[in-house]
């Protein structure tokens, strides 16, 4: 098993930068490709961004590609999103995921693991 806790969430103006960080404790985080997925206020979760094990793969939802930016660090079983450029419409709560496949994939059941999510709200 292994247990996320995002962090990095906050109140933000349009045009600004956030950085989501995900730390892992358990089982080696690297046997774990790893998504965010974000949920906006009556919508469905949807996903945002993904990386396989060695972080030599990623994957970007459209509304993500151009602004936002997965990477890893596996030494310190940390997943990050950085989020540039932010939109109002980027307001929701982020949730990383872990799942024990070696691709970036952009589907939920993939992920067995799931934290509690963090808070991104844009401001206009």
Same mark, same amino acid.
Do not use: H
């Given at each position: 098993?292994? !247990?996320?806790? +995002?962090?990095?969430?906050?109140?933000?103006?349009?045009? &600004?930068?956030?950085?989501?960080?995900? &730390?892992?404790?358990?089982?080696? $985080?690297?046997?774990?490709?790893?998504?965010?997925? #974000?949920?906006? /206020?009556?919508?469905? #979760?949807?996903?945002?961004?993904? =990386?396989?094990?060695?972080?030599?793969?990623?994957?970007?939802?459209?509304? %993500? *590609?151009? #602004? $936002?930016?997965?990477?890893?660090?596996?030494?310190?079983?940390?997943?990050?999103? +950085?989020?540039?450029?932010? *939109? /109002?419409?980027?307001?929701?709560?982020?949730?990383? %995921?872990?799942?024990? =496949?070696?691709? &970036?994939?952009?589907?939920?059941?993939?992920?067995?693991?799931?934290? !509690?999510?963090? !808070?991104?709200?844009?401001?206009?």
């Amino acid at each position: 098993q292994v !247990q996320l806790v +995002e962090s990095g969430g906050g109140l933000v103006q349009a045009g &600004a930068s956030l950085r989501l960080s995900c &730390a892992a404790s358990g089982r080696a $985080f690297s046997s774990y490709a790893m998504g965010w997925f #974000r949920q906006a /206020p009556g919508e469905e #979760r949807e996903f945002v961004a993904a =990386i396989s094990r060695n972080g030599g793969s990623t994957y970007y939802a459209d509304s %993500a *590609k151009g #602004r $936002f930016t997965i990477s890893r660090d596996n030494a310190q079983a940390t997943v990050y999103l +950085e989020m540039d450029s932010l *939109k /109002p419409d980027d307001t929701a709560v982020y949730y990383c %995921a872990a799942g024990s =496949i070696n691709v &970036a994939t952009v589907f939920e059941f993939e992920y067995a693991y799931w934290g !509690q999510g963090t !808070q991104v709200t844009v401001s206009s």
